[in-house]
């Protein structure tokens, strides 16, 4: 089974740009998850998308937004970077979507941002 | 929500040492604990779980033990690898329907040989 693929693995953007970032989950899981990965903050929780719903989101500014399509691929988007948007950016699939049940996530590579 | 306190690193160790990195976590109920590994230049890839208290996750000759009285899920090996070498990190998933995990700060491990 193919793992978690994230797209692109590299970019680079300008201050006030804005990007997207686009993420395939394990084939069958229906939950995504986000996490901005920096030296200063560590990992931390942004958002998760199940069944093309946002269940759950962490403390980040509006211009963090994503979503989830039917076939439960995930884009996020940030828009007017700042240089503190800099960071690794990590999606992780889930196959369990019920509440009672234990899970694991399963992340990507990542896709490394850089702002200028 | 949930917090997970990591112990600091760096970690050295000579090959063949025995490692202990510590973890413990705040939560309200019982969360799952894992313990994730991350190599240069690459995302996190799961070692091991446990569900629920007393539960002991192992993977690689990695282990940990859910411990409710404590708090804790510390992470041990009896002989580390050169191939060990990574950030760990602790993370405690949350309950109830959202799927969200909590991490610790990450322990750089190095291995020498």
């Known amino acids: 089974k193919a793992g978690v693929t994230q797209t692109p693995r590299y970019l680079i953007k300008t201050r006030g740009q804005q990007v997207t970032l686009s993420c395939s989950p394990i084939?069958?899981?229906?939950?995504v998850s986000w996490y901005q990965q920096t030296p200063g903050q560590g990992l931390q929780f942004l958002f998760e998308?199940?069944?093309?719903?946002?269940?759950n989101k962490g403390n980040f500014p509006g211009r963090f937004s994503g979503r989830q399509f039917s076939n439960s691929r995930s884009e996020m988007n940030v828009s007017t970077l700042e240089l503190g948007d800099s960071a690794l950016y990590l999606c992780?699939?889930?196959?369990?979507?019920?509440?009672?049940?234990?899970?694991?996530?399963?992340f990507g590579p990542g896709t490394r941002l850089t702002v200028t | 929500g949930n917090s997970v306190t990591q112990m600091e690193g760096p970690v050295t160790l000579s090959e063949e040492a025995f490692l202990t990195i510590n973890c413990t976590y705040t939560?309200?109920?019982?969360?799952?604990l894992f313990w994730y590994v991350q190599y240069p230049g690459e995302g996190l890839q799961l070692l091991l779980k446990?569900?629920?208290?007393?539960d002991k996750g192992s993977n690689k000759g990695f282990e940990a033990t859910y411990r409710k009285e404590t708090t804790s899920f510390h992470l041990e090996k009896g002989s580390v690898q050169v191939s060990d070498s990574a950030v760990y990190f602790c993370?405690?998933?949350?309950?109830?329907?959202?799927?969200?995990?909590?991490f610790g700060s990450g322990t750089q491990l190095t291995v020498l040989p």
């Open positions: 939560a309200t109920g019982y969360p799952s």
């Open positions: 998308y199940f069944s093309e719903t946002q269940r």
């Open positions: 992780a699939s889930s196959l369990s979507g019920s509440g009672t049940q234990p899970y694991e996530q399963y």
């Open positions: 993370a405690a998933g949350s309950s109830g329907s959202a799927r969200q995990l909590t």
């Open positions: 084939s069958g899981h229906r939950s």
């Open positions: 446990a569900t629920k208290a007393d």
